[in-house]
């Protein structure tokens, strides 16, 4: 954050609703006091955004360490479960230091893509077999230096996982997902002190990993504290299958039963649902995250996105496994997706994908007051270059339809957060070689 004021003239900005030509946003403390639209040229000592500026992208589901597994798991055929046990493996592998490194980096490879915040769905808690760290928190403490350090922000929802399925304990791999019991989980995760860059929330990793008689002291744990809530739900069919046939009820109708859905709760994937499933998780104000590219990268389907928004579920988007890292990618592929379903085109506006993409992935992270361009919000932008081979020709006035059905992560020019700029013509000034800092941190894993 910059406590000095500065000036930000954006030669093309998208402000919520349209593009506008000369932009000037003036910013103090990290926040945005002033948007001057009809500034035709840069006032002096601005800094010059060139392209198409956005607000701050919002990665609303990350698990830091699938980063380790891109490209790896592309040999052979399998299934999600096939896949698990290759993510199981790495995940054997991690230390407080290791992880740092590697989050660190994939961090710093979101920055460059335009993101600006995080949320970190984190459950590898203790070390390999279950016994906790001297500080229990190592490695979410380590996730969170490392956004500091990647320049992003970051909120760490602290995930509960407790069994490997219904009435299961957990696997040699799992135990260091573990805390024994929803109290220990409590326990542990209040001692996580959230800064200025940092928030904490919660998470359920999955009906079948809290069991049922616990679900409610993790939603209870959230909302005393006004936090998020998020959970992975029925992203396969056999967790469905396996939910009735221990509770006789659809995983959703189970977190509705035990009072985890709610306008603070994001449901993550909500792929395989009944009708019933939807109308429970939209007429709770509870949320949906998409992760379009994980999806179809674990053959997962495709979910009912559009019958959640119209039901009254807000849409956010995430990067997930991080078969790539690239919000825009995740934006148009949610509407190609329902394409192909429907064989019909136009579920959301560019517009509506951005919102998904921006304020709507921001509340659902607990950051309410980011992504918008508008005075008041935090100072998060992200510019676009509309002079690329794959953005070139169309006019600036169509830059939202530009942005998401054309542009990519390779397109992102500037990031500024809180009005630093962290990314600046496309080099991350704070990790200054963020591809060999990946490199060097997914082959420590594998040696």
Known sequence: ?????????????????????????????????????????????AEILRGLTLPGLANAHSHAFHRALRSTVQVGSGTFWTWREVMYATAGRLTPDTYHALARATYAEMALAGITTVGEFHYVHHAPGGTPYADPNAMGEALIEAADEAGIRITLLDTAYLSSGFG????????????????????????????????IGAAVHSVRAVPAEQLATVARWAEERRAPLHVHLSEQTAENDACREAHGCTPTQLLALHGVLGPRTTGVHNTHLTAEDIALIGGSGTGTCVCPTTERDLADGIGPAAALQNEGSPLCLGSDSHAVIDLLEEARAMELDERLRTRTRGHWTAAALLRAATADGHAALGWDDTGR????????????????????????????ETAVFAATAADVRHTVVAGRHVVRDGAHTLVPDVPGALARAVEALRA
């Open 373 to 400: 361009i508008e005075a008041g919000a935090r100072a998060d932008l992200v510019t676009i270059a509309l002079d690329s081979v794959r953005t070139a020709g169309p006019p600036p006035g169509l830059g939202a």
């Open 1 to 45: 954050m910059t406590a000095t004021p500065r000036t930000y003239w954006l030669e093309h900005a998208w402000l919520g609703t349209h593009v506008e030509p000369g932009v000037a946003v003036e910013v103090r403390d990290g926040r945005i006091t002033a948007v001057r639209p009809d500034t035709p040229a840069p006032p002096p000592g």
């Open 168 to 199: 299961q304990p957990p696997t040699t791999h799992q135990l260091r997902f573990s805390d024994g019991d929803v109290d220990t989980w409590a326990t542990r995760c209040s001692v996580l002190k959230e800064r200025d860059h940092a928030r």
